[in-house]
């Protein structure tokens, strides 16, 4: 029986009968380098981090480009670190799913360790103290999802969270960023050594998000005494601290049973998927797909990985933001979101079955082809038509990864202005085009209202995805009933017109009106969905 764990790497010919690659590296030589000469820390140990960044390391290491793995850190759900990290000493089984059906597995043996990022856990705390306080420290990466950098609650007051750690200072700290300034603060009194702290979240601008989250609770401490001014400067202003810009971009699903079974018929028993407090899912294996992006603005004060050798694009500021804006605003996120909230209407739950209805694949191809591209700047690095076709053609259809438009479908009310509100603002600007000349975003945007009913196209209730309006939004669907259309005149107004949904008022750009008629028509009776869909796809 295969043994995840580092003496279990020891019977190499039974991994390799297995179809498994194991790293060529000396895994010994890297804990031993890493834990004298820390160069890298990452925050949020999941999914894509151990099957991207942490395998681009490895990547490096076989290579001989690197000597020293990454120290991954668990701020939130760190509990898990004794059940999903340490009795497999830190090794993933990455899974790529290939759209024929084979999987390509390799062992992924870069992270050194994983520490539990919280002051309860003391010896953890005190040895990221140490890492923090170490000249040779480069870079501190994040993916803890765009959540991970709030510090306030949707009404705009500081979370409770934040507001109790501003009082505590640096000694104590609850909230993730809390705990990132508060081991910052350790390398400035350390002596100020340089760092970049990288985030690598799925959000424009990601670098200047960290960035000003750190810097309101480093304002805090200060305003309290609680550290020095000089600290504030340090790590805002200060040339020696910097917070690049990135683009991410791997699909990444749940763990699969289709894959753990597998993994189990060539005994590699990999137990059960642990559901988190946080909701998310880990197993000792990470399936992916096999296409990958990782955009970086080059500003690494004290060095960096040459993460270019395993497939990152280093750039310039402005680089990075037309690559996101081409992905977010074009060519893949309002994709998927379209498919998001048509799937769970129409009773999917595999965008890659989504992919083979006809109504949905002509969907996602007029929403990218003939509103998005118009508009897509062209990064330079990443052209915008063959980025669209590689999704339209091979990623989303893959018919092995299992992503599931509910999973998606989350947090839609955050995303909503993103993925469609660019696209909109320059058919709003640039001369010879209109808003009100859009047809499938608008549509795209009448069936998420439809969705936010709580019904799908038979006229059955369907659960929603989590999402932090929806407490707000719902009850303006209370005078609304399927089969009489008549009643839903005037309840999307006070939706579509606000600019923190959407970024623009969507009647004020010529679409409410359009949307408030495409919802009509989704709401005739059951079937209504299909049949709107139909009748705009012509």
Known sequence: MLQLNRNGLKDREAWKKAGIALPSFTIEDMVRETETTPEWVHFGAGNIFRVFPALMQQKLLDAGHAKTGIIAVKTYDWQTIGTMYAPFDNLTLAVIMEPDGRLDMTVVASICTTLAGDPACEWD??????????????????????????????????????????????????????????????????????????????????????????????????????????????????????????????????????????????????????????????????????????????????????????????????TVDRVERMKVGTCLNPLHTALAVFGCLLGYTLIADEMKDPDLKRLVEKIGYAEGIPVAEDPGIIHPLDFLREVIEERLPNPNIPDAPQRIAMDTSQKVGIRFGGTIRAYRDREGLDPADLTFIPLTLAAWCRYLMGLNDRGEEMALSPDPLLESLRPHFAPVRLGEPDRAKGVLRPILSDRGIFSVDLYEVGLGGKIEGYFAEMIAGPGAVRATLRKHLG
């Open 125 to 318: 705390w005190e040895r990221l103290q140490e890492i923090f306080r170490e000249p040779s420290l480069k870079m501190v990466s994040f993916t803890i999802t765009e959540k991970g950098y709030s510090l306030r609650t949707p009404s705009g007051e500081l979370s409770p969270e934040i507001a109790e750690d501003l009082k505590k200072g640096p000694s104590s700290p609850g909230h993730a960023m809390s705990k990132t300034a508060a081991l910052a603060y350790a390398r400035f009194t350390a002596g100020g050594f340089p760092l970049a702290f990288v985030s690598m979240d799925n959000c424009a601008h990601n670098g200047d998000r960290l960035k000003a989250s750190l810097a309101e609770i480093a304002r805090g401490w200060a305003a309290g005494g609680l550290v020095e001014e000089e600290f504030v400067r340090w790590l805002t202003e200060s040339p020696k601290v910097s917070f690049p810009w990135t683009m991410i971009d791997k699909i990444t699903p749940r763990p699969s049973e289709r894959v753990r079974d597998r993994l189990n018929a060539l005994g590699l028993g990999t137990g059960d998927t642990l559901r988190t407090e946080k909701h998310s899912f880990i197993a000792p294996f990470v399936n992916a797909e096999r296409p990958e992006y990782l955009v970086i603005e080059d500003s690494f004060p004290n060095g960096r990985p040459p993460l270019e050798l395993a497939g990152a694009y280093f750039t310039d500021r402005e």
